[in-house]
């Protein structure tokens, strides 16, 4: 068995994804260790679960001149780290193209959407007020662009005609918990690459993305 993969994760909120990958690392799911967590939120409520699992954090705030500026302190904080694999989760900052680039096929994201569908911010109200039927999350390899990359996984689920944004949020991030782990197993284990070729898994070009569909409708 190869060494454990060395996760750094980048959050600004609740880190809740955080939670299902530290849980998932410890089950043993995840042949990894989430080696450090950076916020640029010092009241990042993911800092205490890190904390209380004994997690180094580190904190990024306060005024910087430029995106560059920004990425420039904290790409010395990840080095420190060397690490295999960086997670972005719940990190609501817009990397710059150098940095993305740096770290081009270790660079995940999970965003609360159907990628291409509702990029951006708000994509709960949004997905309400178009009239969506399905929604999700979608797990990507970070490009440039914003909220591109290939996409590797997707959870799909009905949108409920008493859905609000707010019980769409917590259903989608239900779903979020169990393929952003999935997704990190994948790739720790060796399974997924990002390569000129493409997106593989198990040496098999990805066409789109894995789809999880999720029927929730008779459940809370
Ligand atoms: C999640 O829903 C995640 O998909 C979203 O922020 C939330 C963070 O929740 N990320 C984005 O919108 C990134 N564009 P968490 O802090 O509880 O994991």
Not at 53 to 73: K, M, V, Y
Not at 155 to 162: G, H, S
């Amino acid at each position: 068995m190869p060494n454990k993969c060395r996760i750094v994760a980048l959050i600004s909120g609740s880190g809740s994804n955080l939670q299902a990958l530290i849980d998932a690392c410890a089950s043993g799911q995840i042949h990894g260790t989430i080696v450090a967590v950076i916020s640029d939120q010092p009241e990042a409520y993911g800092l205490v679960r890190a904390a209380k699992q004994g997690i180094p954090t580190e904190t990024l705030s306060g005024a910087f001149e430029s995106r560059a500026a920004f990425d420039a302190a904290l790409t010395p904080l990840i080095e420190a780290q060397r690490p295999d694999l960086l997670v972005l989760a719940g990190f609501m900052r817009i990397l710059s193209a150098d940095f993305v680039n740096r770290y081009r096929g270790k660079l995940l994201n999970i965003h609360p959407s159907l990628l291409p569908a509702y990029k951006g911010l708000h994509t709960h109200q949004r997905a309400l007020a178009e009239g969506a039927t399905q929604h999700g999350a979608s797990v990507h390899f970070v490009s440039a662009e914003l909220d591109g990359g290939p996409v590797i996984m997707q959870a799909q689920l009905p949108v409920r005609p008493e859905d609000d944004a707010r019980s769409l949020a917590a259903r989608v991030l239900k779903q979020e918990h169990l393929i952003y782990p999935q997704v990190v197993q994948w790739f720790c284990a060796g399974r997924l690459q990002w390569t000129a070729a493409g997106v593989e898994l198990d040496g098999v070009r990805l066409h789109q993305a894995i789809m999880y569909t999720v029927d929730d409708t008779n459940s809370d």
